[in-house]
């Protein structure tokens, strides 16, 4: 079956606009977890969703959002981005969440902020 | 406040031998424990986890221990193969609003 799949792979803004990130699941997939990577910070929780609702949330400011959708895709929107903002994003899905041993990562989404 | 955290950015181990990566965490509320592999321009994989009512989870070469007491958890890997060189990521899971902590990484270098 089809992996997690994160659209745009690469990206390019400037500081003060805002910006939108999607992550297809597995089929099948109801929980969808969000996660930022840098070089200093390393990897960090942003949120995880399941079934719709927001479950599960990282230490992040409210410039940091998503959703999830019927059919459990899901958007991550970063507004206001600051040049700190500059990271690899990456998002997993599993069947139940975090606990399920069967988390998958998608290739992730790069962000660099001009 | 890094809440988990891999003191050891480094590690470099023969081929055959054991690995062993450690982590601690500060957080009492946590009680789940994971442990992830990353390769290089790829994304992370979920490695082996444990609960906090077990101290120890075996899963074929890699076995993961947790020491409550200590706050303390270990990734053994037996034996080491080259292709386990990668950065791992050691994480802490709470459902009492501490959400998913990770360690900052230890890049596990096996040479033949």
């Known amino acids: 079956k089809a992996g997690v799949t994160q659209t745009p792979r690469y990206l390019i803004k400037t500081r003060g606009q805002q910006v939108t990130l999607s992550c297809s699941p597995i089929s099948g997939h109801r929980s969808v977890s969000w996660y930022q990577q840098t070089p200093g910070q390393g990897l960090q929780f942003l949120f995880e969703y399941f079934s719709e609702t927001q479950r599960n949330k990282g230490n992040f400011p409210g410039r940091f959002s998503g959703r999830q959708f019927s059919n459990s895709r899901s958007e991550m929107n970063v507004s206001t981005l600051e040049l700190g903002d500059s990271a690899l994003y990456l998002c997993?899905?599993?069947?139940?969440?975090?606990?399920?041993?069967?988390?998958?990562f998608g290739p992730g989404t790069r962000l660099t902020v001009l | 406040d890094q809440q988990v955290k891999q003191n050891s950015p480094s590690l470099s181990v023969q081929e055959g031998r054991i690995s062993i990566l450690n982590c601690d965490y500060t957080?009492?509320?946590?009680?789940?424990f994971l442990w992830y592999k990353k390769y290089p321009a790829e994304g992370p994989t979920f490695l082996i986890s444990?609960?906090?009512?077990?101290d120890k989870n075996e899963d074929g070469r890699f076995t993961v221990f947790l020491n409550k007491s200590a706050k303390h958890l270990s990734l053994h890997i037996v034996p080491s193969q080259p292709g386990d060189s990668a950065v791992y990521f050691c994480?802490?899971?709470?459902?009492?609003?501490?959400?998913?902590?990770f360690g900052k990484g230890t890049s596990l270098l096996v040479t033949p």
């Open positions: 957080n009492s509320m946590f009680d789940y």
């Open positions: 994480a802490a899971f709470s459902n009492s609003g501490y959400a998913l902590n």
């Open positions: 444990i609960s906090s009512i077990k």
């Open positions: 997993a899905s599993s069947l139940v969440g975090i606990r399920d041993n069967e988390q998958f």
